[in-house]
């Protein structure tokens, strides 16, 4: 087999290398090779099996894309993406092979425990990138198969759907006068979803008993834990390309259910919300869908978590909603997360520039306004750029640190002698200087704009004015 090491900065794959020939040849060398008959046609055919469509080398450059888009750390065999190209040319022919034949045994997931918003863990499983490499050509072949299937309801994972269409279908259904519902949440789903029940749905719309079997061998595949392979007997693991598309197959029963029994509701992933209009009509819900979801899907509903409940303050996304008009505004607890990173990044006794930590902040923050763009109030944005402003003051000002520099720099920035000097000298602290007249027209907002302090509010009117014209 010939060898090939990409340059170092190279994550391309070249499909059309000699190693690959076997397997991925060019269109006008389809007539002799071998595999020819089974590849006459274009990727997508009827007449071209699942598996084949699959390691199709038009699907495998688009999951390439995606893998090396995503980045991600190493697998438990330690090859990193920018590595993999190398890896792939060495072992992809054998591993073409296996996935035709439907033996491919796909190797362990690195466990990662990461701490969950209620103060839970949650276990993800970090595969190898030619794991990742192999899921994502799955999915990217199962998707347009069962996706115009789903539920018009169901917004997780899904292509062109998003969150911020789930909070919107919510806000319709209350100003359409359901004033409760039913916030039902299922304990570790994605841990104890049965793989038998999962795989007998896939399935319904899947022939290819080569597919099926190496989609259970990758569920079955286990995850290293410290070194130590512990099998997979339940659950879909969480960190795979695969995994979105296969709990919304296991849970599109569950819409399908709710719709003919003509219930409105609304589910991201394995968050769902279903409405009434009265609260003995949601605690009838409540227990039928709970006998439902324990006997049919082999799912446990966290009985701790889950509740009747009326519109009125409830929660979804890290939204909360007003219980008549369906006002939308971010949960008390997102703001409360939101501080608490910004605090972290603004943290004054980190050894980082003021371009760096404003570079952290700018990027976090601009992420979580393109996600808060639905919240109604303007007052809200204002409010927070200004704790903003004064809690990047209140840095600067602790960076500044001796009396002299400090001096000097109010100076510079236009403040009159004796208030340079009684503030240069002031023993109180930070936070309580950065309140103070003369640093607030030092630093103005125009100049902690300059050196790239972000504005929240600005960016929230961008994108409230792109809503109106959409």
Same mark, same amino acid.
């Given at each position: 087999m010939?060898?090939?090491?990409?340059k170092?900065?190279?994550t391309?794959i070249?499909f #059309?290398h000699?190693?690959?020939?076997e397997?991925?040849v060019?269109e006008p060398?389809r007539?002799q090779s071998s595999m020819?008959?089974?590849?006459k046609?274009?990727l997508? &055919?009827e007449?071209?099996n699942l598996?084949?469509?699959v %390691?199709?080398w038009g699907?495998?450059?688009?999951a390439?894309?995606a893998?090396r =888009?995503?980045?991600?750390?190493?697998?438990p065999?330690g090859?990193?993406?920018?590595e993999f190209?190398?890896? /792939?040319y060495?072992?992809?022919p054998?591993?073409?092979?296996q996935?035709?034949?439907?033996?491919y045994q796909?190797s362990?997931?690195?466990?990662k425990? !990461?701490?969950k918003?209620d103060? $839970?863990e949650r276990?993800?499983?970090?595969?190898? %990138?030619?794991?990742?490499l192999?899921?994502?050509a799955? *999915?990217?072949i199962?998707?347009p198969i069962?996706?115009?299937?789903?539920s018009e309801s169901s917004? $997780?994972y899904?292509p062109?759907?998003s969150a911020?269409?789930a909070?919107?279908?919510?806000?319709?259904? !209350?100003r359409?006068?359901? @004033?409760?519902c039913i916030?039902?949440d299922?304990?570790?789903f994605f841990?104890?979803?049965?793989?038998?029940?999962?795989?007998a749905?896939v399935?319904?719309?899947?022939?290819?008993?080569?597919?099926l079997r %190496? !989609?259970?061998n990758f569920l079955?595949a286990?995850v290293?834990?410290?070194?130590?392979?512990?099998?997979?007997?339940?659950?879909?693991?969480q960190?795979?390309?695969?995994s979105?598309?296969?709990?919304?197959?296991l849970?599109?029963?569950?819409?399908?259910?709710?719709?003919? =029994? $003509?219930?409105?509701?609304?589910r991201?992933?394995?968050?769902?919300l !279903? /409405?009434t209009?009265?609260r003995?009509a949601a605690e009838r819900? /409540?227990r039928s869908?709970? @006998?439902?979801?324990? *006997?049919k899907l082999?799912?446990?509903?966290?009985r701790d978590?889950?509740r009747?409940?009326s519109?009125?303050?409830?929660e979804?996304? #890290?939204?909360?909603?007003?219980?008549?008009s369906?006002y939308?505004?971010v949960s008390?607890?997102s703001l409360s997360?939101?501080?608490?990173r910004?605090?972290e990044?603004?943290?004054?006794?980190?050894?980082?520039?003021t371009?760096q930590?404003l570079?952290e902040?700018?990027?976090y923050?601009r992420?979580w306004?393109?996600?808060f763009?639905?919240e109604?109030?303007?007052?809200?944005?204002?409010?927070?750029?200004?704790?903003?402003?004064r809690?990047?003051?209140?840095c600067?000002?602790?960076?500044w640190?001796?009396?002299?520099?400090?001096?000097?720099?109010?100076?510079q920035?236009? %403040? @009159?002698l004796e208030?340079?000097i009684s503030h240069?000298?002031s023993r109180?602290g930070p936070?309580r200087? *950065? =309140?103070s007249?003369?640093?607030?027209?030092a630093?103005t907002?125009?100049?902690?704009?300059k050196i $790239?302090l /972000? &504005?929240?509010?600005?960016a929230?009117?961008e994108?409230a *004015?792109?809503?109106r014209?959409a």
């Amino acid at each position: 087999m010939t060898s090939y090491r990409p340059k170092d900065d190279s994550t391309q794959i070249d499909f #059309s290398h000699e190693a690959l020939r076997e397997c991925f040849v060019s269109e006008p060398q389809r007539g002799q090779s071998s595999m020819a008959d089974k590849e006459k046609t274009a990727l997508g &055919s009827e007449t071209l099996n699942l598996m084949e469509q699959v %390691v199709h080398w038009g699907n495998m450059q688009k999951a390439w894309k995606a893998v090396r =888009r995503n980045q991600g750390a190493p697998g438990p065999d330690g090859i990193h993406v920018k590595e993999f190209p190398a890896y /792939f040319y060495q072992h992809w022919p054998k591993i073409w092979q296996q996935l035709l034949d439907g033996t491919y045994q796909p190797s362990a997931a690195r466990r990662k425990t !990461i701490p969950k918003k209620d103060g $839970g863990e949650r276990l993800l499983g970090i595969p190898n %990138v030619m794991e990742r490499l192999i899921t994502q050509a799955i *999915s990217q072949i199962l998707t347009p198969i069962f996706d115009p299937g789903f539920s018009e309801s169901s917004y $997780g994972y899904r292509p062109k759907r998003s969150a911020s269409g789930a909070i919107k279908q919510i806000q319709r259904t !209350i100003r359409s006068g359901y @004033r409760q519902c039913i916030d039902m949440d299922l304990s570790k789903f994605f841990d104890r979803c049965q793989h038998d029940a999962l795989l007998a749905r896939v399935a319904r719309k899947i022939d290819d008993k080569r597919l099926l079997r %190496v !989609i259970g061998n990758f569920l079955r595949a286990g995850v290293m834990v410290e070194r130590q392979h512990q099998p997979s007997h339940e659950g879909v693991m969480q960190g795979s390309p695969l995994s979105p598309l296969l709990s919304n197959i296991l849970l599109d029963d569950l819409d399908k259910e709710l719709e003919k =029994r $003509g219930l409105l509701f609304v589910r991201y992933a394995d968050d769902f919300l !279903i /409405f009434t209009k009265t609260r003995i009509a949601a605690e009838r819900v /409540f227990r039928s869908v709970e @006998r439902y979801l324990t *006997s049919k899907l082999k799912l446990i509903v966290n009985r701790d978590k889950s509740r009747v409940c009326s519109t009125k303050g409830v929660e979804f996304l #890290s939204y909360r909603f007003d219980g008549y008009s369906g006002y939308i505004e971010v949960s008390p607890k997102s703001l409360s997360r939101f501080k608490k990173r910004c605090r972290e990044i603004l943290n004054r006794n980190h050894g980082k520039s003021t371009t760096q930590r404003l570079g952290e902040l700018r990027r976090y923050l601009r992420g979580w306004v393109n996600y808060f763009a639905l919240e109604e109030s303007k007052s809200l944005f204002e409010e927070l750029d200004k704790w903003l402003r004064r809690r990047t003051r209140a840095c600067i000002w602790k960076q500044w640190r001796l009396p002299s520099t400090r001096i000097r720099n109010l100076k510079q920035l236009g %403040v @009159r002698l004796e208030e340079t000097i009684s503030h240069g000298n002031s023993r109180k602290g930070p936070w309580r200087m *950065s =309140r103070s007249l003369a640093i607030s027209m030092a630093m103005t907002t125009q100049w902690l704009t300059k050196i $790239g302090l /972000f &504005s929240l509010s600005k960016a929230w009117k961008e994108l409230a *004015s792109k809503r109106r014209t959409a």
